[in-house]
Each structure stands twice: as C-alpha cells, then as structure tokens.
C-alpha cells in the first residue's frame, strides 16, 4: 500500500477489454494521486487478467477484485467499498464506469469539492453539465429515472442516478452496507436515499457524459424493472420513516 494515496477509484467492470488499458492509464496520469480498485465480474472478455496485469506492474496503485460471475453493479460496488475502507484505509472512494461515459478529468475537481462536501456526484443535470452523442432513450430513460427519483423519494442532487461519486470514508462507515437490497443499477438511487437521510451533504461538479466508446451497455429490460421496484420500496420506507433522519451535519476534514 502506498501511504500518500488516500482516494481509490472504483471500477466495475463486465466485458471492458477494449476500455480498460486507456482507462487505467488516464487515472495514473492525473495530477492526483490516486490508487484503482477493479472489480471484475468474470468478464468473458478477459478484463480480468488485463486488470491482473496492471496489478502486478503497479502494485502500490492498482488492486483487483474477482468474482466469479456476473452479479450486478450495486455488489460490485460494496465489494470495493468494503475493500477499500478495510485493507486499503481509503479516506475516499470513488466510482465510475470503465466506459469512458464518466471522464477521468472532472476527478481533481471531485476531490477539491470534497474538502466541503460529503458526497461529491459528476452530475449531468447542473449547469455546465450534460450528455452528448447519447440516444433519445437512454437521454429519457436517465431522465425519466431520475425525475421519479427525486419526486418519489424526495431526493434534493439534481443527478440522483449518476455513477461517477465520491464518499467520504465517514459516509460509507455510516451505512450498512450489508442491508443495501438493490444489487444493480437501482443501487445508485438507494444509497444516496440512504445518504441523504444520513444528513450528509451532497455537492455536485458539472460533467459532460459521452456515451460509451467501445462495447455494449450492460442495461438490460429486467434492470430497469428492478430499479421500478426499488424506488417503490424505498418510497414506502419513506411514508414509514423507517430510515433514521439526522440534521445536516458539519464537514470535519
Ligand atoms: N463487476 C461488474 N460490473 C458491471 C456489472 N454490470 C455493469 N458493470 C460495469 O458497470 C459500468 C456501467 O455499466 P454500463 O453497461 O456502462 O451501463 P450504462 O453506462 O448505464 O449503460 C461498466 O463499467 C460496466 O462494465 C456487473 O454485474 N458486475
Ligand atoms: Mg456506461
């Protein structure tokens, strides 16, 4: 472990071969330090042993996770999380696709703001924000989700399905990882749910979101079902107020 890192990137990855070389050294390349954290589902393509490869050139920066099958970006998160709170003693972490739709190049601005902020979020829907080259549905299904969101559930960020994040290691300690029900994309809207009620503070830095360059998303029908049916959840939890609802607390650094 290399003792000036204090903020790790994690990446899920399912089938990212042709994206992984250039994201990797994008990340290295950045005027911050940071160290990378692959979580590889299996992938057929063989994104694995690439991540192995760059594990054993770079062993101070970049970790990998293998599970042995396709589980879903909501674990494959946790298990990053978990790693990195527990062996790597991260004082952030980060998220991202491997895909090159998230921009290694808003990360400096990410981690400046969370010097104020809780939960910083790489957000389309703040101004300086948005999508380019991405199709009509996947601009209405974005959102659609998050419009639902934000009423149902009474999130306040303006991008509350966003995967480019960072935590505070304080956030992540605070919410039982373990009792997360969503195990896919849905993941997303629930764990900010989560933090919101927490009374962590969120910030959000404005990004341009590409569509992918290379390979095919991960999307599926019953994904979008799923998400359906956690917002459902969560927004009877709400009714309930079965979450623990804290005031705003302060930023410590
Ligand atoms: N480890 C793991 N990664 C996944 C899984 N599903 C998606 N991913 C990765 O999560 C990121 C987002 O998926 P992507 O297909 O780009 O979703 P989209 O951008 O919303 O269409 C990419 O880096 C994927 O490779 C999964 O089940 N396991
Ligand atoms: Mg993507």
Same mark, same amino acid.
């Given at each position: 472990?290399?003792?000036?890192?204090?903020?790790?990137?994690?990446? /899920?990855?399912?089938?990212?071969?042709?994206?992984?070389?250039?994201?990797?050294?994008?990340?290295?390349?950045?005027?911050?330090?940071?160290?990378?954290?692959?979580?590889?589902?299996?992938?057929?393509?063989?994104?694995?042993?690439?991540?192995?490869?760059?594990?054993?050139?770079? /062993?101070?920066?970049?970790?990998?996770?293998?599970?042995?099958?396709?589980?879903?970006?909501?674990?494959?998160?946790?298990?990053?999380?978990?790693?990195?709170?527990?062996?790597?003693?991260?004082?952030?972490?980060?998220?991202?696709?491997?895909?090159?739709?998230?921009?290694?190049?808003?990360?400096?601005?990410?981690?400046?703001?969370?010097?104020?902020?809780?939960?910083?979020?790489?957000?389309?829907?703040?101004?300086?924000?948005?999508?380019?080259?991405?199709?009509?549905?996947?601009?209405?299904?974005?959102?659609?989700?998050?419009?639902?969101?934000?009423?149902?559930?009474?999130?306040?960020?303006?991008?509350?399905?966003?995967?480019?994040?960072?935590?505070?290691?304080?956030?992540?300690?605070?919410?039982?990882?373990?009792?997360?029900?969503?195990?896919?994309?849905?993941?997303?809207?629930?764990?900010?749910?989560?933090?919101?009620?927490?009374?962590?503070?969120?910030?959000?830095?404005?990004?341009?979101?590409?569509?992918?360059?290379?390979?095919?998303?991960?999307?599926? #029908?019953?994904?979008?079902? #799923?998400?359906?049916?956690?917002?459902?959840?969560?927004?009877?939890?709400?009714?309930?107020?079965?979450?623990? #609802?804290? /005031?705003?607390?302060?930023?410590?650094?």
């Amino acid at each position: 472990m290399n003792d000036s890192v204090d903020t790790y990137v994690i990446v /899920p990855t399912y089938n990212e071969a042709d994206n992984l070389d250039d994201l990797l050294s994008q990340l290295l390349d950045l005027p911050v330090s940071l160290g990378i954290i692959v979580v590889d589902d299996n992938s057929p393509d063989g994104t694995g042993d690439l991540a192995d490869k760059w594990a054993a050139e770079r /062993p101070d920066r970049v970790h990998v996770l293998h599970r042995p099958g396709k589980m879903g970006l909501g674990t494959a998160y946790i298990a990053g999380f978990k790693f990195g709170l527990a062996e790597l003693k991260a004082a952030r972490l980060m998220t991202m696709d491997a895909d090159f739709s998230h921009n290694p190049r808003y990360i400096p601005d990410m981690i400046a703001l969370s010097q104020q902020k809780h939960i910083v979020i790489g957000s389309r829907y703040v101004p300086g924000g948005g999508s380019v080259d991405c199709s009509w549905k996947r601009v209405l299904l974005s959102k659609g989700a998050n419009f639902v969101a934000r009423s149902a559930l009474g999130l306040k960020a303006n991008d509350t399905t966003a995967g480019f994040r960072l935590y505070r290691r304080e956030v992540l300690e605070s919410i039982p990882l373990n009792q997360i029900f969503s195990s896919g994309y849905s993941f997303l809207v629930e764990m900010l749910f989560m933090c919101q009620r927490r009374g962590w503070q969120v910030g959000e830095v404005p990004i341009i979101f590409e569509d992918r360059r290379r390979g095919a998303t991960k999307i599926s #029908r019953s994904e979008v079902f #799923r998400a359906q049916y956690t917002i459902l959840r969560l927004f009877l939890r709400r009714l309930r107020g079965g979450e623990p #609802r804290r /005031p705003a607390e302060p930023v410590t650094s």
